[in-house]
């Protein structure tokens, strides 16, 4: 069968619900649908403060069919300590804990509770769904922001001027059982990966790249193919790294040109508009120059 | 009795919970109301559906095999084409042409899927004879593909329909022009069976003239003319009448009767169509040496291509930009052709680069010479006010300036493909239903929705009413390449057919293209993108951020709930095969 058929690897239930306040086209909305699908209903979500806390919807209202507890922003990690400590002392050991946090509570202000979970190797799945911004208090930079992209507090005559934090790398330096990147554009990977780690003990990281259309202005029907073209370019490269040395790259479906993926995908968003060739250039260097490295960084896994 | 004021103790405030705890989903919030386009399942038209000058639903038994459904894909094939064992063996299909898929890793091989459905449906038990429903009788003139589809269409409605055949075996054109190393007999006549087994029968040694002609309008309601056209064309040019210059057409009728024609070393042959092309390949299996002289290059040829790859693969020569000036004879015999150098100058009024004299010339020997320049109809029963430019005139729907006289296929001048005779005769067919219903008094169908796409040909099972296929919403609109999101296919090149090596000595006319064979025919069918029209994949579902689309309940395929879709367009853009719409309208 030439057509890629995925809908039998999808689990069916849905514990996400309609009516949620997320923008159209959200790439974290689906994220969380999806992940939501592969944890299943027995699992409590713990939320730092990030889109999501909006988009769950206002008291009394949740989006989810499971337990959301809402908490500050630097503290995703160090509550879902604590919940998954509480629900062992009252013996519900098969309930799942996941944190779900933005880049904003990952990368910047919630990095040090992360960090010392991990440490800890406390047992929670920690998603962060990464739009690159604080999208939901109207797109100001964060240290997930790329390289050249304009956010309100990075304008165009004065862009992003620094790299991408490689919290991946932060993550596997950590040493934990298991530490991913999945994307939306590839809901098959991206169960499976949740899947994997759900076997697993300890701290787990899935990193999953949300396209955000009013952030990185974008028409709202390409968030998918965004996500897809983020893989293809290798700005965003799916893989899996366990017990912080096994690096493993997942190899994008469809054989496709990265440079002319890259193209599409830095073209198709008003956060790059500004950028000139050399600088577009540059990009495409980096993206190289991390693929390389990762690449090595595999093979050395062999 | 009520208790004294003041003495009952008042209830205790309900402790106020630790923390705030959501009493609802947000389900509350109709946040349907945000959007300002909406998304809409409409089945579309697959370009190859548009394609098939016999208005075959090529999308619909695709769909089918790829469920699996292989009886009722050969079913469906059946309701609109009477022959596709020999389409798929002859057809130059413009349903491949049309493909999508070739703008991605090669058309698919139709024309092999087909022939794999259409030999099957030969293989099984002949279909049961429609039972005459109508009392109208129609005669049908000539038994080529133009005949046979009216006749055959025409016992899918329910009338009694009488083919008459001047030669002695049915087929026409595919028995007297097509070479038998494409169109091996027992297919033909296995595919003319099963036709007859449907409810047509067919009156060999019968000619129709003007003599007799008034008695067979005594003897039916409507006549359907497809008379073909058997006259060669000649040149004008010096020496047509030598003895060794023969009408390619001639030649192949006599050697598909079994005569074995002497032709001396050396054949050449004029033209670049596909009875040319039959003409050299034949030439060779009667061990002369065919020398092909065309007067443009081999990207302008009309023949088939796959045609022209076989008889160059055969061995057969190629003389380009050569166009015959005069037959010369030597000794009495005929010892070649003189030919203007030709080139190519700009595009015509047909968009072929014309070709023009360069003033220099060259001469090709040769012992005989066969032409094929082309065929025009015999007119000979039709009265002048039908003929118009050397064709009998027709209307859409075959219908002749004489009331109840259609006509279709060659005589009327189409362009001489055997899908398109089919063509012809499917829309006579409908035509002659439809005329003699309106006589009858009887409302008919709208003929408008029958076509495939805005230029394609009718479905007859439209027309009757009788189409399987589930339709949602249907759009007669043809989805482009660009509709079709291929980041859900992966790339299967196209599967080639298997060829037979030429064995001269041995069996010389033996079927050179084998098809794909039943497996890998399937395979094949699995390519397929089915443009416009779902199939189900779920990917609008498994891709919906606001878990808007469900699977429905009430006879569609999905529902979207517009309470909640916020018009994002992402089931839309993810389709893979634009079989959803985005609209401002119902807004």
Redesign the interface.
């Known amino acids: 069968?030439?057509?890629?058929?995925?809908?039998d690897r999808?689990p069916e239930r849905?514990l996400?619900?309609?009516?949620?306040?997320?923008?159209?086209?959200?790439?974290g909305?689906?994220a969380m649908?999806l992940v939501l699908k592969a944890m299943g209903p027995q699992t409590v979500v713990v939320l730092p403060a990030c889109c999501w806390s909006i988009i769950?919807?206002p008291?009394?209202?949740?989006?989810l069919?499971v337990p959301?507890y809402h908490t500050a922003f630097e503290t995703g990690a160090a509550v879902a300590s604590g919940v998954r400590a509480a629900l062992d002392m009252r013996g519900e050991t098969e309930t799942k804990v996941m944190v779900w946090a933005g880049d904003g509570g990952t990368f910047d202000i919630g990095l040090q509770a992360l960090s010392g979970a991990a440490e800890r190797g406390e047992d929670f799945l920690y998603f962060c769904y990464d739009n690159e911004a604080y999208m939901n208090t109207g797109v100001q930079r964060s240290s997930a922001t790329p390289w050249g992209a304009w956010t309100t507090t990075t304008p165009v005559e004065q862009p992003q001027s620094t790299a991408k934090k490689d919290m991946l790398a932060i993550m596997a330096a950590h040493r934990i059982a298991y530490a991913a990147t999945a994307s939306?554009g590839y809901?098959v990977d991206l169960i499976e990966k949740v899947q994997k780690a759900m076997a697993m003990r300890g701290t787990r990281f899935i990193h999953i790249l949300a396209p955000c259309?009013p952030g990185w202005k974008f028409?709202?029907?390409?968030?998918?193919?965004l996500a897809?073209l983020a893989v293809e370019s290798r700005v965003f490269p799916l893989v899996e790294v366990e017990d912080g040395d096994r690096w493993t790259l997942t190899p994008a479906?469809?054989?496709t040109d990265a440079d002319a993926a890259l193209a599409k995908y830095i073209g198709a968003q008003g956060r790059f508009r500004h950028l000139k060739p050399e600088q577009v250039e540059q990009i495409r260097r980096n993206v190289d120059e991390r693929w390389q490295r990762m690449e090595k960084q595999a093979s050395l896994s062999d | 009795m009520s208790e004294p004021i003041g003495t009952s103790v008042p209830p205790r405030r309900p402790a106020t919970p630790p923390i705030a705890v959501s009493a609802t989903t947000t389900e509350v919030n109709k946040t349907g109301a945000w959007k300002y386009i909406r998304p809409v399942y409409h089945d579309r038209v697959a370009p190859c559906n548009q394609g098939c000058p016999a208005g075959v639903d090529v999308e619909g038994y695709m769909a089918l095999l790829r469920e699996g459904k292989i009886d009722e894909a050969a079913e469906l094939l059946a309701l609109e084409h009477p022959m596709p064992a020999v389409t798929g063996r002859v057809c130059n299909h413009p349903c491949e042409s049309g493909c999508n898929r070739g703008h991605f890793d090669g058309a698919v091989a139709i024309h092999a899927v087909e022939r794999m459905l259409g030999d099957r449906l030969l293989a099984a038990a002949p279909p049961a004879p429609a039972a005459p429903t109508r009392t109208e009788r129609v005669a049908v003139v000539g038994s080529g593909p133009a005949g046979l589809a009216c006749a055959y269409h025409l016992a899918a409605m329910g009338y009694p329909v009488d083919v008459l055949e001047r030669e002695d075996r049915a087929g026409g054109m595919l028995r007297q022009g097509i070479p038998e190393y494409r169109l091996p007999r027992d297919v033909l006549d296995a595919q003319i069976r099963r036709i007859e087994a449907s409810g047509v029968t067919i009156h060999t040694g019968v000619q129709v003239t003007e003599a007799t002609l008034p008695e067979i309008r005594s003897r039916y309601s409507v006549i359907f003319f497809a008379t073909g056209a058997y006259l060669g064309r000649l040149l004008g040019v010096e020496g047509e009448e030598l003895p060794g210059v023969w009408q390619g057409l001639d030649f192949l009728r006599r050697v598909n009767a079994g005569l074995r024609p002497p032709l001396g070393e050396r054949v050449a042959v004029i033209g670049g169509g596909n009875t040319a092309m039959d003409c050299a390949r034949t030439a060779l299996r009667l061990g002369a040496r065919p020398i092909v002289v065309y007067r443009r290059t081999r990207d302008e040829m009309p023949a088939i291509a796959e045609e022209i790859e076989d008889a160059w693969r055969e061995g057969v020569e190629f003389v380009f930009l050569a166009a015959p000036t005069a037959f010369r004879t030597a000794d009495g015999l005929l010892s070649g052709v003189a030919c203007a150098r030709m080139k190519l100058a700009d595009a015509g009024p047909d968009g072929r680069r014309r070709p023009v004299a360069t003033g220099e010339s060259l001469f090709v020997q040769a012992d005989t010479v066969l032409l094929a320049t082309g065929e025009d109809p015999e007119l000979e029963p039709w009265p002048e006010e039908v003929v118009r430019g050397g064709a009998v005139a027709i209307d859409e729907w075959g219908e002749t300036a004489s009331p109840l006289v259609f006509a279709g296929g060659d005589v009327s001048g189409d362009e001489r493909t055997v899908a398109r005779a089919l063509g012809a005769g499917k829309r006579a067919a409908i035509g002659i239903d439809r005329a003699l219903r309106r006589r009858a008094g009887v409302a008919t169908p709208d003929t408008s929705a029958l076509r495939w796409g805005p230029t394609g040909a009718p479905s007859v099972a439209r027309w009757r009413d009788a189409d399987p296929v589930l339709r949602v919403a249907p759009l007669n609109e043809v989805v482009p390449f660009e509709d079709v999101n291929t980041a859900h296919f992966q790339l299967r090149p196209r599967n080639a057919d298997r060829h037979a090596a030429l064995d001269a000595a041995g069996a010389p006319f033996a079927e050179v293209n084998g098809g794909l064979g039943d497996d890998v025919a399937l395979v094949e069918a699995g390519r397929c993108f089915n443009c416009g029209v779902c199939n189900e994949c779920e990917l609008c579902l498994i891709f919906c951020g606001d878990v808007a689309i469900s699977h429905s309940h009430d006879g569609g395929r999905f529902d979207i709930d517009m309470n909640f879709c916020k018009g994002c367009g992402v089931c839309a853009a993810e389709c893979p095969r634009g079989a959803i719409s985005m609209t401002r309208e119902g807004l």
């Open positions: 069968m030439s057509q890629i058929v995925i809908k999808i849905e996400m619900t309609s009516g949620h306040l997320a923008c159209p086209g959200c790439g909305a689906l649908r769950a919807g008291f009394p209202q949740s989006s069919r959301l939306v809901p259309p028409a709202d029907e390409q968030s998918i193919e897809r479906e469809a054989a």
